[in-house]
């Protein structure tokens, strides 16, 4: 009985242990984690809310970013724009350090619905950058012994002088080879170390029906004043010019045309012929 109850106890603990694992394991890539190791994380997300509220949001974005200090959240860029009919297109992007870039934008995230924002769209990548890094590592090594033999070569004093200039433009070559593999090698260690964050905002109300009912009435709102102010701008642009014609047809009726017709009845008889004064 005691062996039966303590393997119950046993049992309990474990099945205890395995419902709180999920709560407390932390879901963000990190640099530790076998899973991620090596890999480059990038991470966009999309948001639908009112126009009105998208600045508001977007500053609360870049507002979290620079709490988290320059040395592991750095915006790289910000733009707002308007369109004709009122809807507002932003964006904010940002280099977070890779350890805590899913968790800021999943704060992210969560305070954005908070303010009534919809995630319409996230997108998570990743690349493996330990791979380039290693293949990097591998041209500057080549380079690198290509240039001792070179130098080797270019040491003999017996070398031809066409010879020489082959191996030193060879030379210049093989050191281009190993700066752009010493560049590749330093951005693929910091892409593992630092993961790019960007957020895309859009005017609307989200997903759902009655969502779209009020988009929908918000476009034909927005219609109906685009038709208006075009309406507007036709009476503004072609006015004068019709105005101006109106009044010279006022004028030949009301005046032009009575003063012909008397210049035409003295200036002729009734039988067609010219009225002669003398």
């Avoid at 070179?150 to 030379?171: F, M, V, W």
Wanted: include cysteine; aromatic fraction near 6%; hydrophobic fraction near 45%.
């Amino acid at each position: 009985m005691r062996t039966f109850v303590t393997s119950v106890g046993i049992a309990t603990l474990t099945l205890a242990g395995c419902s709180k694992a999920p709560e407390e394991a932390d879901p963000g890539p990190t640099l530790g984690n076998a899973s991620t190791a090596g890999l480059a994380f990038t991470y966009a997300y999309n948001l639908t809310l009112p126009a009105r509220a998208i600045d508001e949001l977007q500053e609360a974005h870049a507002a979290a970013c620079e709490a988290l200090g320059p040395q592991r959240c750095r915006i790289t860029g910000i733009t707002y724009d308007v369109d004709r009919a009122g809807d507002v297109s932003a964006s904010l992007s940002a280099n977070v350090a890779a350890p805590l870039a899913r968790r800021f934008g999943r704060d992210a995230v969560t305070a954005a619905e908070r303010a009534g924002a919809t995630l319409t769209g996230a997108h998570i990548g990743g690349t493996e950058a330990a791979l380039e890094e290693s293949a990097a590592a591998g041209q500057s090594v080549d380079a690198q012994t290509d240039l001792a033999r070179i130098d080797r070569e270019l040491a003999r004093s017996d070398l031809p002088a066409a010879e020489r200039t082959e191996l030193q433009a060879q030379r210049a070559g093989r050191l281009a080879d190993q700066r752009t593999a010493a560049a590749a090698r330093s951005g693929a260690r910091d892409s593992i170390v630092t993961a790019p964050v960007s957020f895309n905002y859009a005017t609307g109300r989200g997903s759902g029906f009655a969502n779209q009912l009020r988009d929908s009435g918000d476009t034909a709102l927005n219609s109906a004043a685009a038709t208006f102010g075009a309406a507007i701008w036709l009476v503004a642009a072609l006015g004068p010019p019709f105005l101006a014609l109106l009044v010279v047809i006022l004028l030949w009726i009301y005046f032009a045309r009575p003063l012909w017709r008397r210049l035409l009845a003295i200036t002729a008889r009734g039988d067609g012929t010219p009225y002669d004064p003398a």
